[in-house]
């Protein structure tokens, strides 16, 4: 694959990182991520795409394992996230889920109280993992998961397969779920 050679990953294993990174979504958690991640699984490397005030952390951090790619839209951004094994979430979830699983990645996110409506779409052990709020637990379901090609191959067919099924009323559904109950708790 051209972009596997452009940005000299060879065949190591990938995790991907999507989003806007502003230093209020913590991108020091992809370091403590990937630094975990590779004392279980030496060669692998983390792909970062998006922009971002935050990014200079990881810039300065200069880790040979770490590959900025700046935002992506489109093509680039697909192309981009097929090279990687699963996608990771540092913090809050929004539709990068969709995103990651529309070509077919497993998500791997954090359990917190407060992520966007999309987090519905991780059926943990199905399509993706919700773990603690922990980089290095996070770090360790991906070191399990990736190298069990069969368990990957499962997982990544899963979340495809969610990704075609969320139509645009089914995502509405889900966005508007929270407002509606909130309204009737209020009543």
């Not at 935002?71 to 951004?77: E, I, M, Q």
């Not at 990645?105 to 109280?113: D, E, G, I």
């Not at 637990?137 to 069990?148: R, T």
């Not at 499962?154 to 979340?159: D, E, G, S, Y």
Request: contains cysteine.
């Amino acid at each position: 694959m051209a972009f596997r050679e452009t940005h000299t990953l060879g065949d190591s294993p990938c995790v991907a990182f999507l989003g806007s990174w502003y230093a209020s979504k913590r991108p020091e958690r992809i370091l403590e991520f990937g630094k975990a991640l590779r004392r279980q699984i030496p060669n692998a490397r983390v792909l970062v795409i998006g922009g971002g005030d935050g990014l200079a952390v990881l810039q300065e951090e200069g880790a040979s394992w770490l590959t900025l790619l700046g935002p992506l839209h489109g093509r680039d951004k697909f192309i981009a996230l097929s090279a990687a094994s699963c996608l990771a979430i540092t913090g809050i979830a929004g539709l990068n889920i969709l995103d990651a699983m529309a070509v077919g990645l497993p998500v791997l996110a954090p359990r917190r109280s407060d992520h966007s409506p999309e987090i519905a779409f991780i059926e943990h052990g199905v399509n993706g993992y919700v773990t603690q709020d922990c980089m290095t637990e996070m770090a360790h379901q991906a070191a399990v998961l990736i190298p069990d090609a069969d368990r990957l191959t499962v997982l990544q067919q899963a979340a495809k397969q969610t990704a075609m099924q969320l139509s645009i009323a089914n995502m509405a559904q889900h966005l508007l779920a929270p407002v509606l109950l909130e309204l009737s708790n209020a009543r």
